[in-house]
């Protein structure tokens, strides 16, 4: 066996020393600094740090919506510092699910709809079962026939993770999922997180600033300066403040 698919039956996601720089010369900024993280499957990982530490671009070097100056990062066995545009879009859209804090969804479709997006975007055809597999998951069996605007935010995000999950992606990646939720409406959210791990196998990253979201996770890691900084297994919300504390303003 070649050791590269001993590493990827274990990782969804694989960063070695990813380094990302913005600009040139005198303007440069390194965003990244030579970070090498791995996701193994079926776990839930947060992303922290101060505000300007990298989590974003870590974020998006990670799910191939940003190429790193240098290092790989690799998506089971793909290294997508190799594909190009139209196979990373493709990629993106089979392999990877997105939840964004404003939800993103089309105002003008159905909760059905825009669940099936993806899969009507890469031209299949949406077979009931998963969408009411992917709707009953995220507890809107009930409100497929709804807009949007006719939902809670709570249940809009909720939808969200509901269209991430219909590809069945080998990860699901989550940008402040619940910055803009209360903080009840916001637990739902972490709890459908964890469910999708623990129940469904999923893999799950998630950038936040809030610790008792982080301790939803099985792991965080802590960026500053664009370095790693450290992680925590098995996080508590004080654990992880505390480890903010010293990383400073955030
Ligand atoms: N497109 C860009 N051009 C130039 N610099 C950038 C760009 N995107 C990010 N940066 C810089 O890279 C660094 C890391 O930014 P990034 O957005 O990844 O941090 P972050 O930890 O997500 O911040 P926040 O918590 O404030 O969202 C910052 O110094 C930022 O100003």
Avoid at 232 to 243: D, G, H, I, N
């Amino acid at each position: 066996m070649r050791p590269a698919s001993a590493v990827s039956a274990d990782h969804a996601i694989r960063l070695d020393a990813v380094s990302r720089v913005y600009g040139s010369a005198g303007g440069a900024v390194r965003a990244l600094d030579a970070v090498s993280v791995a996701l193994r499957r079926g776990t839930f990982t947060a992303v922290m740090g101060p505000s300007g530490s990298g989590k974003s671009t870590f974020l998006h070097c990670a799910a191939g919506l940003d190429r790193p100056t240098s290092g790989s990062v690799r998506l089971g066995d793909v290294e997508l510092t190799r594909l190009g545009e139209a196979e990373l879009t493709e990629l993106r859209r089979e392999r990877i699910g997105f939840v964004f804090q404003a939800y993103n969804l089309l105002g003008s479709l159905t909760v059905a709809e825009n669940v099936t997006l993806p899969i009507r975007l890469a031209g299949r055809r949406t077979d009931d079962a998963s969408l009411r597999r992917a709707l009953t998951a995220v507890g809107l069996g009930e409100h497929g026939e709804r807009r949007p605007n006719e939902l809670s935010g709570g249940q809009q995000q909720r939808v969200a993770v509901a269209r991430a999950l219909i590809t069945r992606p080998d990860v699901v990646v989550a940008d402040e999922p619940t910055g803009a939720l209360d903080s009840r409406s916001g637990r739902q959210v972490l709890e459908l997180l964890r469910h999708v791990v623990d129940d469904m196998g999923q893999t799950v990253l998630m950038v936040t600033h809030d610790p008792v979201a982080a301790s939803y996770a099985d792991s965080v890691v802590f960026l500053a300066d664009g370095r790693l900084a450290g992680e925590l297994a098995r996080p508590t919300p004080e654990q992880v403040a505390s480890r903010m504390t010293h990383l400073g303003e955030w």
